[in-house]
């Protein structure tokens, strides 16, 4: 049976929080990203430890609920070190593509959690990503109905 709000014996009630979901691709990472989980888990340690003392029970549970998907990736983050060559499209790889309408942009290809594609690294989860592993410059990708060319890999 699914319980959508908690009665608290001091007659508090608030909803309960759904667990973040945790991606089932293998949780690969930068070094950097390893970093970013790390602040992460220390960010949600403070957030717990101060939510517990105001008495704060919504916030009690939102740190701990983030210290348990921090925690949990932490545990299952394989750190993936930059590739060594720029022959082929790798993990950690930044690539430049040109779009079919002409414009050109550049991804690094990074962990899910340290991604976001508006500061220029993807997720290599992602569709566009998983099109690119293993090209080379000059080759051309079709990704849904659009087609990229890689320009370079760095």
């Known amino acids: 049976m699914s319980r959508a709000f908690v009665k608290e014996p001091d007659g508090e009630t608030f909803e309960a929080l759904p667990e973040r979901p945790v991606s089932d691709h293998p949780n690969f990472?930068?070094?950097e990203g390893l970093a970013q989980i790390e602040r992460e888990i220390a960010a949600?340690?403070?957030?717990?430890?101060?939510a517990v003392r105001?008495?704060?029970k919504a916030a009690i549970a939102a740190a701990q609920r983030d210290l348990r998907y921090w925690s949990a990736?932490?545990?299952t983050a394989q750190v993936v070190e930059p590739p060594g060559d720029t022959?082929?499209?790798?993990f950690g790889s930044t690539v430049t593509l040109r779009r079919d309408d002409g414009r050109t942009q550049q991804f690094r290809i990074v962990g899910e959690d340290e991604a976001d594609p508006a500061q220029g690294t993807l997720?290599?989860?992602a569709p566009l990503?998983?099109?690119l592993f293993n090209k080379s410059a000059g080759d051309v990708v079709t990704v849904g109905e659009a087609e990229v060319e890689i320009v370079t890999i760095g």
Do not use: F, K, L
Request: charged share 25%.
């Open 29 to 31: 990472v930068t070094p």
């Open 129 to 131: 990503a998983r099109a």
């Open 73 to 75: 990736r932490r545990s």
């Open 87 to 90: 022959n082929q499209v790798r």
């Open 44 to 50: 949600a340690e403070t957030a717990q430890t101060e």
């Open 54 to 56: 105001a008495g704060d």
């Open 123 to 125: 997720s290599h989860a």
